[in-house]
Structure formats: structure tokens, C-alpha cells
């Protein structure tokens, strides 16, 4: 017999064990050879092409950092590499596109 006191408030688990939500790494490498760890917030693919909306490792834990956001282009070896987009019609789709998700981050512009 159970009272109401005795009911499981679902809010009160640890169905993940405590932990916490884990994003992918990435490494990139500047123009001039820097090698840079960025976690991948997020990525869309639009009208064939691949996007992914990274922020630096060393910032991930900050209250705002940066996001940056590259696209997927084949190089003239055809291996693919991510660029930053810079077209800004092009961004600004894509990064409206992101906030119509079901997203787990809050941008602000």
C-alpha cells in the first residue's frame, strides 16, 4: 500500500549516472598551424552541404563564449575540410535554421 508521500518524483533520479552531457572534439588546424580543440555544438546539413557550429574548448565552460560557424567543402585533393562561412546571406540562414531546433544552447547575436 502506498501513500502519497511514497511516490517517485522522476525529477529526483540520476538516470544518467551523473553524467554530464558529453559534445564531440574536434581539432583544427589554423592557417598558421595552430592546432585548435573546438566542441561540436550542433550540425545541419542544408541544400547538400554539411554545417557545424563549433565553440573553443577553452571556452566551452563560459557563460557566452563564441561559436563559430564552418561548412564542409571538398579540397582539390577531395578530401573534406571545414572553412568558416563568411557569405553572410549564407549564415545568417544557416545559424536561423540552428535556432529552429530543438537546441540544448541559447544563441545571442
Known amino acids: 500500500m502506498n501513500n502519497n508521500d511514497d511516490k517517485l518524483n522522476i525529477d529526483d533520479l540520476d ?9 564531440d572534439r574536434i ?5 598558421d598551424g595552430t592546432k585548435t580543440e573546438y566542441v561540436v555544438m550542433d ?25 563559430y560557424l564552418f561548412k564542409e ?20 540562414k544557416i545559424v536561423l535554421l540552428l535556432q529552429n531546433e530543438d537546441a540544448d544552447y541559447e544563441m545571442k547575436f
Open 73 to 92: 567543402q571538398a579540397d582539390d585533393k577531395n578530401d573534406f575540410i571545414y572553412v568558416p562561412v563568411e557569405d553572410d546571406e549564407e549564415y545568417n
Open 27 to 31: 581539432e583544427m588546424y589554423e592557417d
Open 15 to 23: 538516470l544518467f549516472g551523473g553524467q554530464e552531457e558529453v559534445h
Open 43 to 67: 550540425a545541419i546539413e542544408y541544400n547538400k552541404t554539411s554545417y557545424i557550429l563549433l565553440v573553443r574548448s577553452d571556452e566551452y565552460e563560459l557563460d557566452e563564449p563564441t561559436a
